[in-house]
């Protein structure tokens, strides 16, 4: 597997304007979390699912964000209109809860910078 | 909600030295503790874990003791090599699927 794909790598955008990030999971895994990564906060959980199922977006910062899972292989975060505030780096995870094995496995980020 | 507190924030030693990182978490139903390693532009990786039923692990170079009364936990890592050189997270999980991190901690290997 080539585990979490995050895309794109690098973002940079105008503030105001819509971005989206995306994230394919590991094939099987039934979490996907999404994290912001600042050097004020570290890493922040901003949303979890389960089966597909949003579980807890208490960590959502605002309303101008949100995150979608249309099926097991893919979800999105959504951030309309950006601000220079959001720039930093989010991630996206994966983990699969059965069984003994917990370990949430990371994708390579997506750096946001809103200008 | 878990309160996940790490020290140092940043640790330098000399290779063939030790490095000790701590962490202390506030809920006492956490059960399982993980470690991570980041290196730059990089996404967090898994280095070791630890569950609440066992208060040591040890993997090569790396190990992590759990004290459950204290509520705290450390990850060891002996004979540093400057591949060590990263950010190292802990994380404390009290809900199914839900991971609390440290603030993290820079580790500097001098040659």
């Known amino acids: 597997d080539a585990g979490v794909i995050q895309s794109p790598r690098h973002e940079v955008t105008e503030m105001g304007q819509e971005v989206t990030l995306r994230c394919k999971p590991i094939?099987?895994?039934?979490?996907l979390f999404w994290y912001r990564q600042t050097m004020m906060r570290g890493l922040e959980l901003l949303i979890y699912?389960?089966?597909?199922?949003?579980?807890?977006d208490s960590g959502m910062p605002e309303d101008r964000f949100s995150a979608k899972m249309p099926n097991a292989s893919f979800s999105t975060l959504k951030i309309q209109p950006s601000e220079p505030r959001d720039s930093a780096v989010y991630f996206c995870?994966?983990?699969?809860?059965?069984?003994?094995?917990?370990?949430?496995?990371f994708g390579q980020g997506t750096r946001l910078t809103v200008v | 909600g878990e309160n996940v507190e790490q020290h140092p924030s940043t640790l330098s030693v000399q290779e063939g030295d030790s490095a000790v990182i701590k962490c202390t978490y506030s809920d006492s139903a956490s059960n399982y503790f993980p470690w991570y390693k980041q290196e730059l532009g990089k996404g967090p990786q898994l280095i070791i874990d630890?569950?609440?039923?066992?208060g040591e692990k040890k993997d090569q170079r790396i190990a992590v003791t759990l004290n459950k009364t204290a509520k705290h936990f450390s990850l060891h890592i002996t004979e540093t090599q400057p591949e060590d050189s990263a950010v190292y997270f802990c994380a404390a999980r009290y809900l199914h699927g839900k991971l609390s991190f440290g603030a993290g901690t820079t580790v500097t290997v001098r040659a």
């Open positions: 995870a994966s983990s699969n809860e059965r069984g003994m094995s917990s370990e949430a496995f």
């Open positions: 699912f389960n089966n597909n199922v949003p579980i807890d």
């Open positions: 094939s099987g895994h039934d979490y």
């Open positions: 630890i569950r609440s039923n066992v």
